[in-house]
């Protein structure tokens, strides 16, 4: 995987800890996943129904907003586009908001992005990593365990939400919970779209 420092970035080895409000508990036999919004017929995944989908391994270069970026991490975790099979997506179906716990809200978070980009390997909610200093361990609780959305390098992590609950299909894109204060909806760190 190329190496390219996206402008306004520096590189790390670590995997720095951001995020806004509360750590919420993880009860597995009460956990679900939604998949809604411009769906034909919505559906809910248990934690058992969920961690039986196909598996993918993928390393990612990952860049923050806060300007902070680390090369070369791999994770495990179910793809994105295995979700999107689970469903009959209406036509006009063209962006997606991942859910996530904020302040015990099971919506309260969410991120908006366009869902053509995340079709592939590097789109993943992943729930164990390693990378060259650390052999494979689950994501610990402040990085989003149970599970956690990373999205592909060509968008900020802002987008890679933690304690995912749902995915949201919509035809519009619709601004997600830093987007409502005024980061950018497309988030390009090689484009460094930070803020609108």
Known sequence: MEKQLPPGQFETEKWPILHKGDVPEFNKTTWNFRLFGEVKEEKILSYKEFMELPKTIS???????????????????????????????????????INGYYNRERFGYSANLPLEPLLG?????????????????????????????????????????????????????????????????????????RYR
Request: hydrophobic share 35%.
């Open 59 to 97: 390393t990612v270069n990952m860049h923050c907003v806060t300007t902070w970026s680390k090369f070369d991490t791999t994770f495990e975790g179910i793809a994105l586009r295995e979700l999107v099979k689970l469903v009959d997506l209406k036509e006009e179906v063209k962006y997606i908001k």
């Open 121 to 193: 390997d590097d789109s993943l909610f992943v729930y164990r990593w390693k990378d060259q200093n650390h052999d494979w361990q689950d994501i610990d609780p402040k990085h989003g365990y149970p599970l956690r959305f990373i999205p592909p390098e060509v968008f900020y992590l802002w987008k890679g939400t933690k304690w995912v609950s749902g995915i949201e299909f919509m035809t519009e894109d619709q601004a997600g919970f830093w987007e409502e204060f005024g980061y950018s909806m497309t988030a390009n760190p090689f484009k460094e779209e």
